[in-house]
């Protein structure tokens, strides 16, 4: 474990099915071979904890993200890495988060919406494109896309592995984790 | 800053004015002085972030510990010093917290009731006993007490010092903390 190391947040924000949790996962994988300290919260991992109250209303998608940045701001300053993967649509609650954490790195899993819609993983897309389901975010609920993140990921056209790659070669050049021979630097020279 | 300090939850419960929040102020500042990374919980810190939407009705009270207990199981588990003080006072909701943190540490701060009412700091316990507040805990709703607590602190009849040595030696023998000279140290030999 690395004694003193900086806190620091990767905030994935994209579409449902953009990748933010597969990269969140891959990512937490590798931090953690690292010898990092490391918390990934997604909606799975705070909702028995945290926000199993919440819906999908701007207000409770609100409240979503105020908690766990609440949660990303303690754990920030006190060293610990942590990997946020949520949709976070609206941008002002997203740079609330930014004012509040430590190292705050907003990535952009930026997949199209037509990319999103075909994997379709859940199934979600196809209900909330037949009416279905309301309130789903690109379909008929908005989202306001970041206008200066650190980073920008097309998971449309980039492997699992380049997409953790740029996250992490970006973590090495502010000194935030350790530069170690990996199969993710490996990928990207 | 202590490199690889092994996590813990001291949890102070108690009726309001039993000296909870004074016991986890004089707690942070000699924990902080002494290198630890460490984070106080109470009411005011995490009411903005975390549970303001949240009264005192019995569900919303398990609420409260419960997004304050998953707070406190990952800073915990990543080696933060937590100091909680609430008045917790139902005893399934601390042992829910118990099973869930590192090294949870139950403080039960046991002044009577007659001691808090007379203190009455925030001028609640009149109007609770005059009728006008309800849901008061110890007067007009439940307080369950810790039945195996690590500690037990009588703030009627202890100084300030005296309370705050019996945590810092307790933490001390577990070895939770670094042993280093301290006024609280001498305040108990």
């Not at 196809?126 to 920008?152: M, S």
Request: hydrophobic letters at 40%; proline letters at 4%; charged letters at 25%.
């Amino acid at each position: 474990m690395i004694a003193n190391q900086d806190g620091f947040v990767v905030w994935l924000t994209g579409l449902s099915g953009a990748g933010k949790t597969t990269i969140a996962q891959a990512l937490e994988a590798e931090l953690s071979r690292r010898g990092s300290r490391v918390e990934r919260l997604d909606g799975d991992t705070v909702r028995e904890g945290l926000t199993r109250d919440l819906g999908f209303s701007k207000e409770d998608r609100d409240k979503n993200i105020e908690r766990v940045g609440f949660v990303a701001k303690l754990l920030s300053r006190n060293g610990v890495a942590v990997l946020a993967a949520f949709i976070s649509p609206y941008r002002a609650a997203r740079d609330r988060v930014r004012a509040e954490t430590t190292n705050f790195i907003e990535v952009y899993v930026a997949a199209p919406l037509e990319t999103c819609a075909a994997r379709d993983i859940k199934g979600l897309y196809a209900k909330a494109l037949a009416g279905q389901i309301t309130g789903f975010t690109g379909v008929n609920d908005p989202y306001e896309p970041p206008l200066n993140p650190e980073l920008v990921l097309h998971t449309e056209r980039e492997t699992l592995d380049e997409s953790v790659s740029q996250i992490l070669r970006y973590l090495e050049d502010r000194l935030l984790i350790p530069q170690v021979e990996s199969k993710y630097v490996a990928a990207n020279q």
